[in-house]
């Protein structure tokens, strides 16, 4: 049995990993964290007959009752989840921590030598250099669970490295796809969230709509594949069919297909490097019809160009753009900031970010701190412009 330690489980990543883990005979649960829903910890928790868990929210943490809940042994706080993986053994860790909050239990999991199935793009964003020196010096495999970067993992694989010459990393163009920034002067938390392909959390569907997500796709495949930034590309692929592709030395174009089911790239990260069956829809491609491939629009989408502008930048800057955006997207989703101000409000922190790699966790918090001050008191101003 491959022991699992799942931190972020209530979200949806979480959720659709517990699916696979549930219909898997290979697979048990030892551990599980939340943020701050409590009561679907601790509903998975019970069912799972898991005893160590972490709760990332204090005040969340202190309405689980000890006497109601004695067989649990409780970590609360920011560090809760770091702590949960440096004292509970496993085999494999999937981090699907939403944002800056999961680099701590990614670092955590290097130092530990365990395997680490990734989620929190975040990580590897805030902090590549750092990650990838440590995982590295540690030995640790780090399986990528997005699925355009699962694809890529397997694609590479396939053909070797060596032989890669670019990468192409698909996007479904979000719910705005084909918009002008006009029609975008007044979307709305609900336009915003209702992604056309994908179940997804809050966060994570505006940066889809924004196509911040495909920014940070780009940086983080930069520091998993050891790819420049001009041998990463992006296409709108309105169908999400195609995850990703692999151009190589010789002309060849090697595709990764499948239906666009989060289960996929969870279950190939969970069981690696063996491949375990799936009840997954099989693809119909006949009933697909036709596939579809577009440039992205730049300038109504600004937010790819600023990650590749903060990825020549180094990690400073990369951390600053991710600091920016979990700040501008958290206002425009408490109706504080407009859709068409994230962009704006990240552009606006990354002119004055500082550049260059990072060495340690204490100096990437340092940026992330100035980072969102900064953002903070941008978004303050532009609040009151409005």
Same mark, same amino acid.
């Given at each position: ?98 944002? &800056? ?46 699925? +355009? ?25 979000? %719910? ?6 006009? @029609? ?5 938390? #609900? +336009? ?13 569907? *505006? ?9 940070? @796709? ?6 998993? &594949? ?7 590309? *992006? ?13 190589? *030395? ?30 997954? %829809? ?16 730049? *300038?109504? &989408? ?20 991710? =600091?920016?955006? @979990? ?10 900031? %407009?859709?068409?101000?994230? =962009? #704006? ?16 966790? #204490? +100096? ?19 609040? #009151?412009?409005?």
């Amino acid at each position: 049995m491959r022991r699992v330690l799942l931190l972020g489980s209530t979200g949806s990543i979480g959720t659709q990993a517990l699916r696979v883990i549930a219909a898997s005979s290979d697979l048990t649960v030892v551990g599980l964290s939340c943020d701050r829903n409590v009561g679907l910890l601790l509903e998975q928790a019970s069912s799972l007959g898991v005893s160590h868990v972490a709760i990332a929210d204090e005040a969340a943490a202190r309405t689980v009752s000890s006497s109601l809940y004695p067989e649990l042994r409780i970590r609360s706080g920011a560090e809760a989840a770091a702590r949960l993986v440096r004292e509970v053994e496993a085999d494999l860790i999937l981090n699907a921590i939403v944002g &800056f909050a999961g680099l701590e239990s990614t670092l955590a999991a290097m130092d530990g030598g365990c395997a680490l199935a990734l989620a929190n793009k975040e990580s590897l964003v805030c902090a590549g250099s750092l990650v990838v020196r440590r995982a590295r010096r540690k030995g640790v495999d780090i399986i990528p669970v997005d699925s +355009e970067h699962s694809a890529l993992f397997q694609l590479i694989a396939a053909s070797g490295p060596e032989s890669v010459q670019s990468v192409t990393i698909t996007a479904s163009g979000g %719910p705005f796809r084909g918009k002008t920034a006009a @029609e975008l002067s007044g979307v709305t938390r #609900e +336009e915003a969230l209702a992604h056309p392909t994908w179940s997804m959390g809050e966060k994570i569907s *505006v940066d889809s709509a924004t196509l911040m997500n495909k920014g940070l @796709e780009i940086i983080e495949a930069h520091h998993l &594949f050891g790819l420049s930034y001009d041998q990463i590309e *992006v296409v709108i692929h309105p169908q999400s069919v195609v995850h990703a592709l692999v151009k190589l *030395v010789d002309g060849a174009l090697l595709a990764h297909m499948g239906v666009a089911d989060m289960r996929v790239p969870i279950g190939f990260a969970l069981h690696y490097p063996e491949r375990a069956p799936m009840s997954i %829809p099989e693809l119909d491609l006949a009933s697909v019809g036709a596939l579809g491939f577009e440039r992205p629009d730049g *300038v109504t &989408f600004p937010a790819m160009d600023l990650a590749r502008e903060a990825g020549l930048k180094g990690d400073k800057a990369t951390c600053s753009l991710n =600091a920016a955006n @979990e700040v501008a997207v958290n206002a425009f989703l408490a109706g504080r900031l %407009p859709f068409l101000g994230i =962009a #704006e409000l990240v552009g606006a922190v990354l002119g004055e970010s500082p550049a260059g790699d990072l060495g340690t966790y #204490e +100096e990437v918090v340092d940026v992330d701190t100035w980072a969102r001050h900064k953002a903070q008191k941008i978004c303050a101003g532009m609040s #009151e412009s409005v």
